[in-house]
């Protein structure tokens, strides 16, 4: 047996062991989330206390995710997790469980999507369909041409280029001015956007192509505004940021660039309905005011939705637990709502402002939480300063666990902005992004994997005290429609 001597044995083995861990962990981030040194003998305290030592929310996440996967609005997975959700309210002991309907239209299920150039380096890339946009009805190909025109007077000057081509609509290298800020005129950008659409069809292009606008590889899924094929355009689909730049190189190299695509999503062939999960505490002595504590079940297809929305599903189910294992009872109701349909267009909540539109007045206050597992640092206000005292009030057994932030600023795009515009005073969550925006949010990195524990239980504290405290106070939040000054065409319900 060879013998090797002791120092060089050392190395030896601390090189084998490099080879096997060839990244070393990075050591982890420090937690941003302060740590109580005690908690009051308070119902806040008890609750902090209870979700501290006791919290769900990374086994349901993981449920979610992990078990029931993808759950599009529309799919047999939500319809799934709907009714877990339910049956995981009934075994807190919610009360008034049931779920609310609402027509959603066609329903849309993605298929298997592709790209192959078939010039220069014939390289396979990731494409993935937007949603509700029409497949390619197998593969097909064209040559590429890259068409960024941002609005219908630069696309005519296309005219008589397009047929047979496969479009790149994005230009990450635009130079020219911005175009004029457009008036708040919705209806006349969406008018815009189908002339445009139908200008594209009439010309003979075969499918449009958008840069996902993330690089690393990361895909983004979104669409699904419009779920009629017939106002659905042409196949459509995002291409991450590395295969996109090298379509654009190959394209300035001044050759023909061919590509064959396949995008296999398909529409349903009836339309469906979707449902809100709704469940509650009845209050001890309001019963009939309300503090509704919300986040949409539904999520994207291209990961398991952990982040988006599975964090702040399992946060609204967190606080309920907590709620019933410290016996607290709210003076007012407690409303727990699963939304669906935050994707395509806030459509599960705006079905619900619908819905309860003759009962919005006794809603003491609203509060979502829909940017994935950082942690919360306060509330957006939506430009309601009356109602900074009551809000301030609600998180000062918060502030030590870094609960401070009260900000003026107008988040429109997720489900508090329907009840906003109706005159409720509707919050959402400020967190700390976390790799959501950068990672996770619509793309196929969405997994429990990027969860950050600590940052989402205590996330789970900050939703359930304000919660207690919002539905405890004796006053009123007030109600009214905020005017606030017209900020471009923003499309009051373009999804987070
Ligand atoms: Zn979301």
Not at 14 to 22: G, H, Y
Not at 67 to 75: A, E, F, N
Not at 369 to 393: I, N, S, Y
Not at 489 to 495: D, G, I, L, R, T
Request: proline fraction near 7%; charge should be neutral.
């Amino acid at each position: 047996m060879l013998r090797i001597p002791s120092a060089l044995a050392g190395l030896a083995l601390a090189a084998l062991l490099q080879a096997q861990t060839p990244f070393p962990p990075a050591a982890p981030a420090p937690s941003p989330v302060p740590i109580l040194k005690e908690y009051p003998d308070t119902p806040a305290g008890r609750l902090l206390r209870e979700i501290k030592d006791h919290a769900e929310v990374v086994a349901r996440v993981e449920y979610l995710s992990d078990v029931i996967g993808p759950r599009l609005t529309g799919s047999d997975r939500l319809r799934q997790a709907q009714a877990w959700a339910g049956a995981e309210m009934a075994r807190l002991g919610a009360a008034n469980i049931h779920e609310e309907a609402y027509d959603f239209g066609l329903a849309w299920t993605r298929g298997t999507d592709g790209a192959r150039l078939l010039t220069h380096n014939g390289i396979r890339f990731r494409v993935d369909q937007q949603a509700w946009t029409p497949a390619t009805r197998g593969a097909i190909q064209g040559e590429l041409l890259l068409v960024d025109a941002r609005n219908l007077a630069e696309l005519l000057a296309f005219k008589g280029q397009l047929k047979g081509k496969i479009l790149l609509r994005t230009n990450p290298d635009d130079k020219r001015p911005p175009l004029a800020r457009r008036g708040a005129d919705f209806a006349a950008y969406q008018a815009e956007q189908a002339a445009m659409t139908q200008f594209l069809q009439e010309e003979g292009a075969l499918a449009a192509l958008t840069m996902s606008g993330r690089k690393n590889g990361l895909g983004f899924a979104s669409g699904g505004a419009g779920r009629d094929p017939q106002k659905a355009g042409l196949p459509a689909a995002y291409v991450p940021q590395e295969p996109y730049k090298m379509l654009l190189r190959l394209l300035a190299r001044k050759e023909p660039v061919k590509l064959e695509l396949t995008l296999g999503g398909a529409f349903s062939k009836a339309p469906v309905q979707a449902f809100n999960v709704v469940g509650e505490l009845r209050g001890s002595e309001r019963p009939d005011e309300v503090v509704l504590l919300g986040a949409h079940l539904d999520s994207w297809d291209l990961g398991t939705g952990a982040t988006d929305n599975a964090t702040g599903s399992a946060i609204v189910l967190e606080a309920l637990r907590a709620l019933q294992a410290t016996g607290l009872k709210p003076k007012r109701t407690i409303r727990f709502v699963l939304f669906s349909g935050e994707e395509q267009g806030l459509l599960g909540s705006r079905a619900y402002v619908e819905a309860h539109r003759a009962e919005l007045d006794a809603i003491q206050a609203v509060l979502i939480h829909d940017m994935g597992t950082g942690m919360v640092k306060g509330f957006t206000l939506q430009g309601r300063e009356a109602c900074r005292g009551p809000m301030a009030q609600a998180i000062a057994p918060l502030n030590d666990l870094g609960v401070k932030d009260l900000s003026l600023r107008v988040m429109g795009s997720t489900d508090h902005a329907p009840f906003d515009r109706a005159g409720v005073p509707a919050f959402a969550a400020i967190q700390e992004p976390a790799d959501y925006f950068l990672g996770t949010h619509h793309s196929q990195m969405d997994y429990p994997d990027h969860l950050v524990p600590d940052q989402l239980v205590q996330g789970a504290q900050a939703m359930a005290v304000t919660a207690w405290e919002l539905a405890e106070m004796p006053g009123r939040l007030p109600h009214g429609v905020n005017l606030r000054p017209p900020t471009g065409a923003v499309n009051p319900s373009a999804p987070r």
